[in-house]
């Protein structure tokens, strides 16, 4: 018995400094490399872009991104290329979109206030009212128009893509048209007594409609400049007009809450639509000229029939869901 303490000493002796020594060696080894390469894994988090889960890029040091930046702009403005594929709103700043899978493809002027704009015929261009730029759609570079004074708040482009037209909002109420190829001004239009609102070209390019604070709708000339028609009826602001696709007949609504239709050849009033009971802000005609769509502050949107009878002229309120109204002769 007196010999077993002086044998475990012995294998203590024998055994610890087996497992200690290693030990500590791995650890003073080991913290080294897994120092390193923790440091180099935040380096590289840092320095290297990552991709969110729809991948598109985050901020610089981001891990993730909760929810997506696609379609993602504070607008107040919108319009589709003619064939569909592209969404350019304006609000703060310029944005081009994919339609289709809601990509940004180009993000510009962000520190600008952009509240009209319009795609060319071929969908290449847009046009900038309030900076009176044009916008190529593939490159996002801009080409500035012929500068003139002012405030214009509402645009259009000729069917061919040839003439650009912008309203003034600050007081002058001057119409402005200028050549796309070279970016010139080619005429002045004055006649409105107050801020323009809305600007729109006929299917042959030959007619200007403009919408008024002073309670009109004018029809000019475009190769001439002259006053055509001094269209009156409206009791209130007018804030939109549109032509139909045949250039036929021209739609006006404004504060009144009332839709008129008009003969675009002769200017005569064709008919009164009753059916808002608020301020109507927008209009739209379909490709094929039998339906009339208006947006009002009330919440409601209708769509009309329209359609030349026998008797004249004729237009009916089109029953939906949310469709009403009527038309009145």
Known sequence: MDGLPALLNTRKKQTMPHFRIPFLAVIYIASVPLSAAWSQLRQEQTELPRNDRYGDPLPLGAMARLGTIRFRHSATTLAYSPDGKVLASGGAGLSLWDAATGQLKHGLFRDYSISCLAFSPDGK???????????????????????????FKCVAISLDGRTVAAGESNGLARLVLWDVQTGGKVRELEGHLNDITSVAFSSDGK???????????????????????????????????VFSPDGKFLASAGDDAMIRLWDAKTGKELQQLEGHDYPVYCLAVSRDGKLLASGAVDGGIRIWEIGEEKVGFGCRARRGDSLLGSGNR
């Open 125 to 151: 261009t847009v046009f900038i009212g309030d900076r009176l730029g044009l916008i190529d759609v593939a490159t996002g570079k801009e080409r500035k128009l012929q500068r003139v004074g002012g405030d």
């Open 207 to 241: 007619t200007l409609a403009s919408g008024s604070h002073d309670k009109t709708v004018r029809l000019w000339n475009v190769a001439t400049g002259k006053l055509r028609h001094k269209l009156e009826g409206h009791n209130e602001e007018v804030h939109f007009v």
